[in-house]
């Protein structure tokens, strides 16, 4: 290998994306923020406070990223307690999602490997840890929602009896932090698309038939939510936004909502989208907020190396 391709090579990083169940207190979303950026670089934060959620994305070596999501479940456990966590996002913990992205494909079992380290930490924390994805130890797990279903009170119920065991940790959920889902993955796009109605089951409708599991585009998860004020939120992510980019969706997604006599009026992106997904992108909806020099991975991670 040239010099310059080993140099090259040298200078790549992973990205981990952990999502807190916390959207509403600044201060616990600044606590937690400075716990990841103690070991990692910071290139974005979301938080919600509908959704009660927030989301950071991190880029470091596989050491520095393990490290700093092992500290954020850490001071989780001190500021989060699920006991009366009352948000719209599906959850199971104070940490509820940690995944390890790698960008390139010669990138990917580095991600596993800080991907096993990161659930090993955690689960030392005595904070029972759940393998999702490509690290599943069976096709059942391989989604969020066989975990997230029937909420933090299904899951401990469900451990209890027995029904489901974890990957590493205790056999039943933190008292205060509840349990955490890990695992490796490429990219995902998270994007919410704001509906001009009100009526939740309109966009329940739209999410119905958007998602994949549902006969819609391939990859998608999608949920119908609630909003505060005059619209409803798709909520949707997309796990290969280079065969399905976001045009894509919003134009299914209006297609979806004209037939019960609603439009798209704008859309949110959360954290970072690699740039395929941002390929074709019509005018409208307009996505809120949107920067390519702090929202599209190409860009960010160009200034973070």
Excluded: K
């Amino acid at each position: 290998m040239a010099a310059g391709a080993e140099a090259s090579r040298t200078t790549r990083v992973l990205l981990s994306v952990p999502n807190f169940s916390e959207g509403r207190s600044e201060r616990v979303v600044d606590a937690l923020e400075a716990s990841v950026a103690s070991s990692a670089r910071v290139l974005n934060c979301h938080f919600d406070s509908q959704h009660h959620r927030c989301v950071f994305t991190l880029a470091g070596d596989g050491d520095q990223l393990t490290a700093a999501t092992v500290a954020g479940a850490r001071h989780a456990i001190e500021l989060i307690d699920m006991r009366v966590h009352q948000g719209l996002h599906p959850h199971i913990g104070a940490l509820d999602v940690c995944p390890m992205v790698w960008v390139h494909e010669s990138d990917h079992d580095a991600a596993a490997s800080a991907a096993q380290a990161a659930a090993e930490g955690i689960a030392a924390l005595g904070i029972p840890v759940f393998l999702y994805g490509e690290l599943a130890s069976d096709e059942d797990r391989r989604e969020r929602a066989f975990f997230r279903h029937g909420g933090p009170a299904e899951l401990a119920r469900r451990m209890a009896s027995g029904e489901l065991r974890p990957d590493l940790g205790p056999d039943q959920p933190h008292p205060s932090a509840g349990a955490t889902l890990v695992t490796a993955r490429r990219p995902l796009v998270a994007f919410n698309v704001e509906l001009d109605t009100p009526n939740p089951e309109i966009a329940r409708a739209v999410a119905a038939e958007l998602r994949e599991a549902g006969g819609g585009l391939p990859g998608v998860r999608a949920l119908g939510l609630p909003r505060e004020g005059e619209r409803a939120q798709v909520s949707t992510n997309v796990h290969d936004a280079e065969q399905v980019p976001l045009a894509r969706v919003v134009e299914e997604v209006r297609r979806l909502a004209a037939e019960h006599g609603a439009r798209p009026i704008e859309a949110e992106l959360v954290g970072l989208a690699p740039a395929a997904a941002l390929s074709g992108y019509p005018d409208d909806p307009p996505i809120r907020d949107f920067d390519p020099d702090q929202h599209v991975i190409e860009r960010v991670l160009g200034e973070a190396v």
